[in-house]
């Protein structure tokens, strides 16, 4: 694996784990202070601090009080993710790796946009949804696309659409610094592209109004040979371009809305109907388009009952099948299923206090005309895991249990080290705990009629590496990133304090440490590890440095607009970097190396025309550089 490779892939594995465990004798707890990029506190501040072992909470776990403080009591050990979401500014997500400091949360102003949807006859539209755009995108190699707008992860609030109210009212009030274009996605409506808008951090803008034109909407009926709509089904379309959508049916009626010219192919499932598939061009078929479906000679009812080991019915159990089919036994453990056994189906049963059961359906040996299933208390398993450190914790900590049929069941790490599954049918497992770098195994066996097991598992021992991150100077460097990796395999991760300092706990033999900072280059540090601690150990980071490279952008058109980004592909990692732009003049800050400059041309409507680029080498030293860039000169891109 090269270096580059293995960057990647740490990145992507970020962030790991805590480094500290939890206060002795007491509860661990999170403190911090919620500022804005001058300093000021920031009241009101939504804040979620989560695992993975923990599912997404419907109220926050604090708010930043008057003067920006929060504090956060009843975490689990190891690291969590730290949620910030206030209106009017960007979420922010931080990995909080210590509890012995407080927790400092620079927030950036949101750019703000409120509009309103009208129609074609100038009336409100209520429900249309509003996705903003960032451009360019940046075209990299194997068609890859890159893009810096933000994904917003739950619990905050998205960013990423807004739905108009009854008087077409919208507002995105979370937006990233950057320049967008908006889609409109309205029942029967659609909009001309609208040109790219420039916003800036804490820019509010308001009164954009946006008139929306007919689509021509068109109706569908589904029905059987009897002439009878089904009970429910579900049609998919697509078209020439590949583009795929779902038209919602009520009634056995559907509409739909032609989004490119040429023939739309329908696809539909209903239940106990065949799947159906046909291409139709709408310019040419009357309306409403009418698919008929056929009766599935397959589908089957499936009847049966469900006791418990003493052969009394059991009131309540839960049938899963395919296709979210499902059922419930009555009073006298009875049930009915419409299945399709066209081939092998699978059904689980589950009851609260039992252990679950699967059973197979062949289609080659079809079920008895009513088929009992036998639900058994089952087993509880329960266990310690040994050797656990604190980078084990937190983030992907995990404990498995998985059968050789591929039924799994799965359960957090407590804060003590334990486990504990309940209602475990008999059979044989494989017991596995896995974190974000390290997993182990151990084969369970569950025999009839057992009830308890007690399983310990352990994991080879590690060494604690400590140390601190400083710059040239001998300056400390908070918030850096710690990587360690042997044989160019991730084994853990960390951070650094406000003093620079950091903990990581590796296995024995030879490590590569590697820090990164986003305002510094990259440092790398060897050490050799066996089982006494390794402690006092510094790397130093170079300042990042950055050449201002300005100049006139030739060829280009009065009435067409550009887009610049510079695309630097190092061994390690690669970095992106946006031009400003003036009319034909432009400014971009490049780091020494061979830089791709990719240019994007639009007209004065805001539609895309053409892709181009130019390859730039930065010298090291070099801090101003004038560079004109010719359109006639430049690599035209497919």
């Known amino acids: 694996m090269t270096k580059r490779c293995l960057a990647l892939l740490l990145l992507c594995l970020m962030p790991a784990a805590s480094q500290a465990a939890a206060p002795p004798g007491g509860t ?5 202070m919620v500022t804005d990029s001058d300093g000021r506190a920031v009241a009101g501040v939504s804040l979620w601090a989560l695992s993975s072992s923990e599912p997404w909470l419907v109220s926050p776990s604090a708010v930043s009080g008057p003067d920006g403080s929060f504090a956060i009591l009843g975490l689990p050990p190891g690291a969590v993710e730290l949620y910030a979401c206030g209106n009017g500014y960007v979420h922010d997500i931080r990995t909080v790796w210590y509890r012995d400091e407080p927790v400092h949360l620079e927030l950036r102003s949101a750019a703000t946009l409120r509009g309103r949807i ?18 360019p995108m940046i075209l990299l190699e194997d068609d890859c696309i890159f893009s810096s707008f933000p994904e917003s992860s739950p619990p905050c609030p998205s960013a990423r659409s807004a739905t108009s109210d009854a008087d077409g009212h919208f507002e995105l009030a979370s937006l990233l610094p950057g320049r967008y274009r908006f889609d409109i996605s309205a029942d029967g409506l659609t909009t001309d592209e609208l040109y790219p808008m420039q916003l800036s951090e804490g820019d509010v803008v308001e009164g954009l109004e946006i008139r929306l034109r007919s689509t021509g909407s068109r109706e569908g009926r589904l029905i059987d040979p009897a002439g009878a709509p089904p009970d429910s089904a579900n049609v998919t379309l697509s078209d020439e371009e590949g583009e795929f959508y779902t038209a919602y049916v009520s009634g056995g009626t559907f509409r739909f809305i032609p989004r490119a010219a040429g023939p739309i192919t329908f696809q539909v499932k209903a239940e106990g109907y065949e799947i159906l598939e046909r291409t139709i061009d709408p310019a040419a078929d009357a309306e409403p388009v009418e698919l ?14 469900v006791v418990g080991l003493d052969g009394k019915p059991i009131e309540g159990a839960e049938i899963y099948a395919a296709e979210g089919i499902t059922a419930r036994s009555a009073a006298d453990g009875s049930f009915e299923l419409q299945l399709s056994l066209r081939k092998l189906q699978p059904i689980e049963i589950s009851k609260d206090g039992f252990a679950f059961v699967r059973l197979d359906l062949d289609p080659e040996t079809p ?18 895991l040994l050797g656990l450190t604190p980078g084990d914790r937190g983030l992907d900590a995990r404990v498995t249990l998985r059968s050789a049929a591929g039924q799994s069941l799965d359960t957090p790490l ?7 599954f309940e209602h475990v049918p008999t059979g044989a497992w494989k ?8 997993s182990v195994m151990k084969r369970v066996i569950v025999k009839p009629g057992q009830t308890e097991i007690a399983v310990d598992l352990s994991l080879p021992p590690r060494t604690l590496v400590s140390g601190r991150v400083l710059d040239s100077q001998g300056r400390p460097i908070a918030g850096a990133e710690l990587f360690a990796s042997q044989d160019d395999e991730p084994v853990a991760a960390g951070g650094t304090r406000d003093d620079g300092s950091f903990d990581l706990h590796v296995p024995r033999g030879d490590i590569q440490l590697h820090a990164i900072h986003p305002s510094f280059l990259d440092g790398w540090l060897e050490i050799s590890v066996g089982k006494r601690p390794v402690r006092r150990r510094v790397i130093r980071l170079e300042p ?28 390690t990692i690669t970095r992106y970097s946006r031009a400003r732009f003036e009319e034909d003049s432009y400014e971009i800050y490049l780091r020494p190396g061979s830089w791709i400059l990719q240019g994007f041309l639009y007209d004065a409507a805001g539609t895309f025309l053409r892709s181009i680029r130019w390859t730039v080498d930065v010298p090291p030293g070099e801090t101003e550089k004038l560079l004109d860039l010719d359109l006639a000169n430049a690599e035209e891109l497919p």
């Open 28 to 32: 661990p707890t999170l403190t911090g």
């Open 118 to 135: 009208l129609g074609p006859d100038g009336e409100p539209v209520a429900g249309a949804d509003v996705y903003p755009r960032e451009v």
């Open 292 to 305: 008929v479906l056929v009766r599935d000679e397959s589908w089957k009812t499936i009847r049966g009952r």
């Open 367 to 384: 079920p008895a005309e009513k088929i009992t299933i036998r639900l058994e208390p089952g087993a509880t398993v329960t266990g310690r």
């Open 414 to 420: 407590r804060a003590d080290d334990t486990f504990r």
């Open 431 to 438: 017991l596995t705990l896995k974190t974000r770098y390290r």
């Open 544 to 571: 990042e440095p950055s050449t201002h490279a300005a100049g006139r952008l030739l060829g280009l058109v009065p009435s067409q607009k550009a887009e610049i980004v510079g695309i630097l592909d190092e061994p």
